[in-house]
């Protein structure tokens, strides 16, 4: 009866939380179905255990950032990886993170130009300026700025992979794929990295939200649970789209887009501006984490720190896509883990 009434009165929080950390997570890489196949599909049936190893990941690596973010009053990821990493690994790894974060948002406004170009023949140059004028008024808005565009993004992503996914398990004739791995190698360690990738992104918006908003351990921790819980079912359908329809999808910078045009054009078209709305998302979130870094760092005001960050991303947002995805993120997922390892230990010995 209590815990009931506790989750009604706190069921918005939660969903906030939830979102926030869905639409963090999720960005176009995922959206667009070429996340989930570099790192899941490929390994076949054993991707949908490395799913709910992730989602294990997200619950209890989140519960210790969170809790640490909590006491020791911490403001940024530069901030717990100072605290649970103090030595040299430590500047490391930030330096590291910020390096990725930047390439991040480079490569999304790229992304974007890219997108509205290839699909609606809209000039390269007005779809990055679009999406950063876009970026520069929400995230100007702080944190109630991240909470917002997340709690409209993230129904609508939901909605729409949901949609797909029926749509194509209720009318397609047949599985018509032997999932066999595509790939030599460990299904475990793809997980571990991916998890790690995105649990140490998040830090950077988890560590800001258990500090500067009045929101309870409890309550951020559930809505963690809940977000973990629905990405875990968004991605386990993507999965399985993907695996039905190899080899089908090899040729396509978005997979899902392929598994789109199997229904009308508007299915196709809510696809693409789902994927350019994560791209969004992903964006916001990342300026959000860099700009909290160099305010805690340099004690520079919100503003100034993300105007330092536009002028840096802007030239530099002429990296392809895919690349950000199959070189750049296992090569952070490493990053992750070690600082997993770490928050952990420093969580078990304090």
């Known amino acids: 009866m209590i815990w009931g009434i506790f989750m009604i009165k706190n069921f918005k929080t939660i969903l906030i939380i939830a979102n926030v950390f869905i639409g963090t997570i999720v960005g176009a890489g995922l959206a667009s179905g070429q996340e989930i196949f570099q790192f899941f599909a490929s390994y076949g049936y054993n991707s949908f255990f490395g799913l709910a190893l992730c989602t294990v990941i997200y619950i209890m690596v989140g519960f210790v950032i969170l809790t640490l973010g909590k006491k020791f009053n911490l403001h940024s990821y530069n901030d717990i990886i100072s605290v649970v990493s103090p030595g040299i690994l430590g500047k490391i790894i930030n330096l590291l993170t910020s390096f990725f974060m930047v390439m991040s948002c480079s490569i999304i406004l790229a992304g974007s130009g890219s997108l509205l170009n290839e699909y609606f023949n809209i000039p390269k140059w007005v779809g990055i300026i679009f999406m950063l004028i876009i970026s520069i008024v929400i995230t100007l808005k702080n944190t109630e700025g991240l909470i917002k565009v997340n709690s409209f993004i993230v129904p609508l992503l939901i909605t729409v992979i949901v949609t797909i996914f029926c749509l194509y398990f ?46 309870s351990l409890k309550n951020l921790f559930l809505g963690v649970c809940l977000g973990s819980i629905i990405l875990t079912a968004i991605s386990s359908m993507i999965n399985y789209l993907l695996i039905a329809n190899i080899p089908y999808i090899f040729k396509y910078e978005i997979p899902l887009l392929y598994v789109a045009s199997s229904f009308s054009k508007i299915i196709q078209l809510l696809l693409l501006v789902i994927i350019w709305c994560e791209m969004l998302s992903t964006e916001v979130s990342d300026i959000y984490s860099i700009a909290k870094t160099l305010e805690s760092l340099f004690n520079f005001s919100y503003i100034k720190s993300t105007a330092i960050i536009l002028v840096i991303v802007l030239p530099v947002s002429q990296i392809g896509f895919k690349n950000l995805i199959t070189v750049l993120y296992p090569a952070f997922g490493c990053i992750g883990i070690i600082f997993m390892v770490q928050c952990i230990y420093f969580y078990i010995k304090h």
Request: glycine share 10%.
């Open 170 to 215: 209720f009318t397609s004739k047949g599985f018509l794929y032997n999932p066999l791995p595509l790939k030599k190698g460990s299904w475990l360690l793809s997980s571990l990295l991916y998890g790690g990738f995105n649990i140490l992104c998040c830090s950077g918006v988890l560590v800001p939200l258990s500090s500067e908003r009045d929101f």
